[in-house]
Nanobody, 121 residues
């Protein structure tokens, strides 16, 4: 069974930074396009960022462009999400998933436990 594991969340003040990490078991993440998603309180899940297998192509949701950066270290089978200039509205549970390249469609139906990001003013 494919399982992603997200880590690095926490509580920060407005303007702060966090770096999230995504690893996987049961799947070689380095072969996949990977996306970050988030779901805030009483909100639908929304796209955050995605990256191609070799890292040369990235894409971002409009709400995080210019503030978040997705990257990967295939040697460590890990995808990162650097989040800067955090806003209260970035508060959410963050998830990663292998996605169909060129889309935001997850390859698998399972979601990891997520990592909570809380931004306070």
């Amino acid at each position: 069974q494919v399982q992603t594991v997200e880590s690095g969340g926490g509580s920060v003040q407005t303007g702060g930074s966090l770096r999230l990490s995504c690893t996987a078991s049961g799947y070689t993440l380095s072969r996949a396009c990977v996306g970050w998603f988030r779901q805030g309180p009483q909100k639908e899940r929304e796209v955050v960022a995605r990256i191609s297998p070799n890292g040369d192509t990235t894409d971002y949701g409009d709400s995080v462009k210019g503030r978040f950066t997705i990257s990967r270290d295939n040697g460590k089978n890990t995808v990162y999400l650097q989040m800067n200039s955090l806003k209260v509205e970035d508060t959410a549970m963050y998830y990663c998933a292998a996605v169909l390249c060129g889309s935001w469609t997850p390859l698998f139906s399972y979601w990891g436990p997520g990592t909570q990001v809380t931004v306070s003013s």
